[in-house]
């Protein structure tokens, strides 16, 4: 249901969802460490200054291990209040707290008020996570669900990015049946369009990816992930103020992806949640529901 801020969920026209062409492949390896210290290389200043907001309790800290490189993930579990009906892993944007970005804001806590465990990681290099993984991010996604799963057992799982970690979260769902819902916030349809918006002074850095690093340019594209995502249910929130992420691209993601699409008017981008956190939170936790049923 949406907020008292004039929030409007758009139920968009569903493009050919499961006609499209399937999803692009992997890069070779080659390309895929070429492209992924190129994007690291041109990756925005990590956000967020300061001191990060503590854990909310009851929490465990732990490190879980990588399936897809070097080192382990720092990781939190959150367990649900009371009797659990599933499990949420979430995935942060691009700061410098990592996880801890999840301490704010309420998605923690009305994810365990309605019987959610959740657990968050960091992505490599970011907040107090482990080296920087050796191929792109998706694959960290892949590792922090693993622990998930094992975590809860016999329990639905569903995954909730917000920004990079929502991109991130495309590519590893359209290879894996274990998700049942999805919902993610602020997310680009391709880091490279969102760069050439956001700094448009390395745009001769953003051509040599597009035309010589055709391989991972086409794999980072979530338009053509968007219509495999293997989940039961998704959905999708943005700002409408966000300069990168234009109102029109979540709603083709939503399209392709098949479901709804919130936009909050005024928020720019990880603004959403702060100016209608009614209206996020309940098409999150509406969104896995439905995928349990």
Known sequence: MPGALGASIQHVPQ??????APPPQRPPRFEEALAHRLFLALSPSLRGGGRAAPAPPPFENFRLPRAHGRGE???????AVGEARGAVLLAHPWTRWG?????????????????????TFDFGGLGSGGP????????DVEDAFRALAARAPGLP?????????GYWAHPFLTRTDRCSGAFFEDVA???IEWSKRQAPAGMPFYLFFQRVLRRAHRFLDLRSHAPHLRVRNVAYAAGGADRGIPVRETAELAS???????????ADHLEALRRDAPGVIDLALATFRDAEG
């Open 256 to 266: 392709l992806a098949g479901g709804p699409c919130l936009i909050v008017p005024e």
């Open 99 to 119: 996880r801890a970005y999840f301490h704010r804001r309420g998605r923690l806590l009305a994810l365990r008020r309605a019987g959610y465990h959740a657990m």
């Open 132 to 139: 920087v993984p050796e191929g792109f991010f998706d694959l």
């Open 157 to 165: 799982l569903h995954v909730w990015g917000v920004s990079g970690g």
């Open 15 to 20: 493009l050919e969802r499961r006609a499209a």
């Open 73 to 79: 993930l720092e990781a939190t579990w959150f367990p």
């Open 189 to 191: 349809i391709h880091l």
